[in-house]
């Protein structure tokens, strides 16, 4: 069984929050995600302080799906540099970590 995880990426924009979070569960990279606004935040580029709104994605998926989910982010992202971090989920309910497992798998 392919490890479960929970991925966070950020969006400078609804309507890309939007749009990756539709990609991301159309072609099972994702079985769900989580669109959160509201989300400041204050980082470090290019020698300057940076403070965003932004929207907050938080993509449950898997090991083996993974690849895909970044590279349908990276497609669809408009920074350079987008936010794209997994960690692995240590424990959940059974039938939604195999729910995960279900909806991330390549059909046909």
Not at 16 to 44: F, K, M, Q, W
Not at 68 to 79: K, M, S
Not at 89 to 104: D, S
Request: charged share 25%; hydrophobic share 45%.
């Amino acid at each position: 069984m392919s490890e479960r995880l929970v991925t966070l990426i950020t969006a400078p924009e609804r309507t890309v929050a939007d749009a990756i979070a539709d990609a991301l569960v159309e072609r099972r990279h994702a079985a769900c995600v989580n669109i959160i606004p509201g989300l400041t935040s204050v980082y470090r580029w290019e020698g300057r302080i940076e403070r965003d709104e932004e929207w907050l994605l938080v993509a449950k998926t898997t090991e083996s799906a993974y690849p895909g989910l970044e590279a349908c982010v990276l497609d669809l992202h408009p920074d350079e540099l987008p936010e794209i971090v997994a960690m692995p989920i240590a424990t959940g309910l059974a039938g939604y970590l195999a729910w995960i497992g279900t909806e991330t798998e390549r059909q046909g």
